[in-house]
């Protein structure tokens, strides 16, 4: 049966996406697999307005509902985001509806780069979010610096508790020079005794990334695989990065961006519900040659608001970009 392009069912829970009219054009690529093809719509914040922006650029968003799972939230959406270069930060907006503009938490950087007691870095960065209904706690991984990625919990999703170093590249192979980048999702891998996977960015001496992965019974303890999911060279890149994992035809596929070089697309690859396969399908999202992409569209994250689905991305270059919103069309 051919698969119904309306239906994208994602490994975000309870995420959920602000579209507005902003009349661009639509984008010329089809997704593989069925996916929609998505059109920009709006900033999701506007730098200029923000007071906490110590670089002048955002990356890695996330997007997680807080109704049913935060009492007396701030609003009912909170958006997770970052600079990247030093000090870096992981910032939050936050909206009641999501037909307006994000509203800056006033406290804003809620982790910085000096946790006293468990860590002293040069930055904070790329903050994934995940609700973990198992503790009911949010769950929130960063890296700081690029060679470890941390987790911090939160009962309110604002003030954070430290958890611990959760992967670093002394856990992957000899000449690993960075693991960062992470985003987590619940997904059930019965062979390894495992309810969570990790996808991650990985680069060695080389200086070439890949898509690492890992698996966890419990979303803090882990076992990574020590050979890459996605190699760059297998998708005709020198780099890839941002992994994002979505759900559909019972199977599952991890989403990634380019380097600007390669393209500066976001791509999909089939993994297969046990990440046995290696099924390269090509462009998933062909970034805008003007503004906001300017060529690049990278970190992807997703959800659906009103029955419609969107995709809230990086837009531009790494240390210039800014977070949009597209629709799907």
Same mark, same amino acid.
């Given at each position: ?14 995420? !959920? ?6 009349? !661009? ?9 069925? *996916?929609? @093809?998505?059109?920009?719509? +709006?900033?999701?914040?506007?730098? #200029?307005? &923000? ?5 002048? $650029?955002?990356? *890695?968003?996330?997007? +997680? %509902?807080?109704?049913?799972?935060? #009492?007396?939230? &701030? !609003? ?8 990247? @270069? ?13 037909? $307006?503009?994000?509203? $800056?938490?006033? %406290?804003?950087?809620?982790?910085? +780069? /000096?946790?006293? %007691?468990?860590?002293?870095? /040069?930055?904070? /960065? ?23 990625? +941390? &987790?911090?919990?939160s009962a309110d999703g604002i003030h954070f508790s430290y958890e611990k170093e959760v992967l670093s590249t002394r856990l992957l192979p000899a000449g690993t020079t960075e693991t960062s980048y992470a985003r987590v999702f619940r997904h059930d891998l019965p062979s390894r005794n495992a309810r969570y996977v990790m996808v991650f960015m990985l680069n060695n001496t080389t200086n070439r990334r890949d898509i690492g992965w890992g698996w966890s019974a419990n979303a803090r303890d882990w076992t990574f695989s020590q050979t890459p999911l996605i190699r760059h060279q297998d998708v005709g890149a020198v ?11 019972? #199977? ?6 380019? @380097? ?26 062909? #970034? ?6 300017? =060529?690049?569209?990278?970190?992807? /994250? *997703? =959800? ?14 790494? &240390?210039? =970009? ?8």
């Open positions: 049966m051919a698969p119904n392009r309306r239906q994208l069912l994602l490994g975000t829970a309870g995420a !959920a996406l602000l579209a507005t009219s902003a009349g !661009a054009a639509p984008q010329a690529v089809a997704a593989p697999a069925g *996916f929609p @093809d998505y059109r920009y719509r +709006r900033l999701a914040l506007v730098k #200029s307005k &923000l007071r906490y922006n110590p670089t002048g $650029e955002l990356i *890695f968003p996330t997007i +997680r %509902g807080t109704r049913d799972r935060i #009492s007396g939230a &701030l !609003a009912a959406y909170y958006l997770y985001y970052a600079p990247h @270069d030093a000090p870096g930060g992981i910032c939050l907006a936050y909206a009641n509806t999501l037909d $307006e503009e994000f509203t $800056e938490y006033a %406290g804003n950087p809620i982790i910085t +780069r /000096s946790w006293p %007691g468990e860590y002293t870095v /040069s930055h904070v /960065s790329s903050p994934h979010a995940m609700w973990n209904d198992d503790v009911k706690r949010m769950y929130l991984y960063f890296h700081g610096e690029n060679t470890v990625t +941390r &987790l911090a919990s780099n890839v990065g941002g992994p994002h994992l979505l759900f559909r035809n019972n #199977s599952v596929y991890v989403v990634y961006n380019t @380097d600007i070089g390669s393209g500066g697309n976001i791509l999909i690859t089939e993994v297969g519900l046990d990440f046995s396969k290696r099924n390269h399908l090509g462009v998933f999202h062909d #970034s805008l040659s003007g503004a906001p992409d300017n =060529g690049r569209s990278a970190a992807p /994250s *997703f =959800g659906t608001y009103q029955g419609r689905e969107y995709m809230i991305y990086e837009a531009g270059d790494r &240390l210039s =970009g800014n977070i949009a919103i597209a629709q799907a069309i």
